[in-house]
Nanobody, 116 residues
């Protein structure tokens, strides 16, 4: 059974940092692009970052470029999102995502709140 479990969210001050993790089970992430999305209150879910299967290619939403870094550890079957220089507008529930064998899988999400 495919599962994605996010963790690492919480409360951070503006300018602070958090590191999110997405632990996968039921499949091996090494064959798949992995993505992070977020959904702020009252807004649609939006793509934040993605990483190729071997980690050699990454892409980011313009508003997070230079502040967020997506990475992966295929041995630990885990994807990460390092978030630096956090802003109040980064407040959202963050989800990891994989498209595998014709299906899209989501984790349950982890709440990130950026506030002083």
């Amino acid at each position: 059974q495919v599962q994605l479990v996010e963790s690492g969210g919480g409360l951070a001050q503006p300018g602070g940092a958090l590191r999110l993790s997405c632990a996968a089970s039921g499949f091996t992430i090494s064959s798949y692009y992995m993505k992070w999305y977020r959904q702020a209150p009252g807004k649609e879910r939006e793509w934040v970052a993605s990483i190729s299967s071997n980690g050699g290619s990454t892409n980011y939403l313009d508003s997070v470029k230079g502040r967020f870094t997506i990475s992966r550890d295929n041995v630990k079957n885990t994807v990460y999102l390092q978030m630096n220089s956090l802003k109040p507008e980064d407040t959202a529930v963050y989800y990891c995502n994989v498209f595998r064998l014709g299906r899209i899988y989501w984790g349950q999400g982890t709440q990130v709140t950026v506030s002083s």
